[in-house]
């Protein structure tokens, strides 16, 4: 950006240049003006002489309002190149706010979705762990072994962690059970009877994920039609 300053600041010199040599005319040509008006006081003697100073200076005068005129000329030729440029660069500016602007963009979205590939991946890992823990539903633990405690909670701790880790990165899971059905983030299977209002999810048959404000993977659900 320095080069359009430099330029606007020599035709501002160059402008006002032009305007000085403009006046320093005005004021030759006042001068003059005021010496005719002198000689023609004194004596008529030297009434010639004083005739052809006079036709002198007068072509002297002719010719300042044309160099006056080529002077404003030059001004507003120099004046109109300074509003081109100043033009020209304020449109570089804008131009290059924009291209910040993008690319401030695209380096957000690449560290909110630069791991949805891999957090797909991971999704698996949830889902077989949710469906070992969906197998004991229903079960007394108290009626398990002590290895068997130890083994569930110990996959319990682990679909916790994980889905922690998940969180940490932006990707959390989508409602589930009794949240209003949403053809955004659910995925209708099945309409069924049930105790959740109609319109609303009745089960989840596979838990849906999202990261940031994107669908990573919609829920697999069953949508309830009310009270049987």
């Known amino acids: ?3 359009p300053k430099d330029e606007w600041d020599d035709l501002l010199g160059e402008i006002n240049a032009e305007k000085s040599e403009q006046k320093r005319r005005a004021a030759a040509s006042a001068a003059a003006d005021d010496i005719l008006k002198a000689d023609k006081k004194k004596s008529k003697s030297e ?5 052809v100073e006079n036709d002198s200076e007068a072509a002297d005068g002719e010719d300042a309002p044309d160099a006056g005129a080529a ?3 030059r001004i507003e030729e120099l004046e109109s190149e300074l509003a081109t ?5 304020l449109r570089a500016m804008a131009e290059a706010e924009n291209v910040k602007r993008r690319s ?13 590939r891999f957090a797909n991946d991971v999704l698996s890992v949830h889902d077989n762990l949710s469906r070992a823990l969906l197998t004991l539903e229903g079960t007394d633990k108290s009626e398990l072994g002590e290895n068997a405690k130890n083994l569930v909670e110990g996959i319990e701790l682990t679909e916790k962690d994980l889905m922690a880790v998940l969180a940490r990165h932006g990707v959390t899971a989508v409602p589930g059970q009794g949240s209003k059905f949403d053809p955004n983030v659910h995925q209708a299977v099945a309409n069924i009877p049930s105790d959740e209002d109609k319109g609303n999810v009745a089960t989840v048959m596979q838990t849906g994920f999202k990261i940031g404000d994107r669908t990573l993977r919609a829920a697999m659900v069953a949508v309830s039609t009310g009270k049987a």
């Open 71 to 73: 002077a404003v000329a």
């Open 85 to 89: 440029l100043k033009d020209q660069a």
């Open 47 to 51: 009434g010639d002489e004083t005739s």
């Open 1 to 3: 950006m320095a080069a």
């Open 104 to 116: 401030e963009k695209e380096v957000t979205a690449a560290r909110v979705f630069g791991i949805e």
